[in-house]
RNA sequence: UCCACAGUAGCUCAACGGCAGAGCAACCGGCUGUUAACCGGUGGGUUCCAGGUUCGAAUCCUGGCUGUGGAGCCA
């Protein structure tokens, strides 16, 4: 009898009778002779069929078959060079038998071009395109990497909560929802709560979508993200930076040694990721803005001159970003921002208040930043102060108060955009096609 | 929120003041090795919406809607 078996693993069923349950990719009619490619989530074998080999019913029904079509075929595994639309390329099976399932109607997304608008509108269908297929699945692999690299070096996963009672940061790109006639609102980062954790488990982690109601229309953007938070008891803004590295490194790592396939179907420059390897070059804010200045001032374009003006005291916008990553074959850390461009609760750098001891991490081929951090203030009466000069509600913050009052620590911790990072790592043109279902300004359909 | 561009067949686009078209998809037929197959045939339109100019508007004008790219802001 034959054996149901996972696409991915066909070489190991070469001669054998095999049943494979998917559906139809692609076809070509050729007439007597058909080739049918069947995809069962794992990959693509090509099916072919050649009438004067086959029952004569189950050749008509092969020939009845549409795109994505539901159906279960058996047949003999071969290896074929000519097969390179199998997934992995090189073998296909010799049709026997088939079953078909559901005959399917009119696929919207046939092999041409196709806009974006449209794809989007078919999101739920264009995941089962190929190349959305190898970057979901390398966005698996990603994640995996950044969490066990983290459960191996003793942080715990400590999940926070979506709903919460305040800003986690600043008020103005929250989601305010009705909490039974409160307003509740939808978390923008677990951070505070992770400080909370870290007090409790020494290093831990949250993983999980957070949420910015912001009007931004970019290809780095999403309303809805999944956000790595790692924060850790009594580590410095410098045992950080090493820790973005060697986390960063790793993850790349991973998915280069899982994945040629899925990078060679994106097309993925190979030796844009086989150079990312710690260290990370470490550059401060006031290097970067020299080092802006200078591009500018090489720069012919007026337009693009424009773009790259800079002040001390301000923060970078895309165009800065890029021109600074372009320097680095790797990620960069800019560290030591201004205070007042950051977050109340970021520690100042002693004897040099105006800035404060956080790190962006700038990826290299325009991606912009991939992670955001810093030494949090674990100074009771300094944290006091900084939520009374940004006025926010003093009583949500309660608890966070409690604790620099009972056992107060130096600690630090970043946030690490997944989104972001899958879309640099897999050279995409725009974060929306790096997140199954995509919620931008304009769309959370479907 | 600002700037630029776009909206025509299911999809991708052409026609740019004078009969609304092509390729793909669908359907019918042909073909034994296709790789975005190829060849022949058939069907398919509220030209985003509302107003205006004109003998005549997909085309020009005004307003709106939707989308795309970029900026700001951010991971």
Redo the contacts with the bound molecule.
Sequence with gaps: MAQVISISQIADYVGQEVIVRGWVY????????Q?I?VRDGSGIV?C?A????LDEAVFEQAS?L??ESSLIVTGIV?V?E?????VPAGF?I?LQNLEVIQVAG???I???????????DNRHLWLRSLRQWAILRIRATLARALTDWLDDRGYLRVDTPILTPAAG??T??LFEIDYFGESAYLAQ?GQLYNEANMMAFGKVYTFSP?F?A??????????E?W?LEPEAAFMSLEEMMELEEQLLAYAVGRVLEKHQYELAIIERDLSKLESIKAPFARISYDDAVERLKAIAAQTDDPEQKK?LEIEWG?????????ALAEQFDRPVFVYHYPSA???FYMQPVAGRPEVCRSV??LAPEGY?????GSERIHDPALIDARIDTIGIAREAYAWYLDLRKYGTVPHAGF??????TLTWICGL????EAIPYAR????KYP
């Design positions: 692609d076809r070509t009619d050729k007439g007597k002779l080739f490619q090509q072919v050649y009438k004067p080999d009845k549409t795109q071969k074929n000519k097969a390179k639309k199998s296909e010799g009119e696929y919207p046939t092999p041409k071009e196709h806009g974006t608008e449209f794809l989007m940061e600043e103005t790109t980062t957070s910015r912001e009007k931004s229309k970019t290809r780095r953007h999403l309303m993200f956000h773009l301000s923060d970078f916008g895309s165009p800065h970003e890029t461009i950051k977050a962006d991490l912009g930043e991939i992670t955001g946030g690490l955009g997944l989104e972001r043109p725009h974060v929306r931008m300004l304009n769309r």
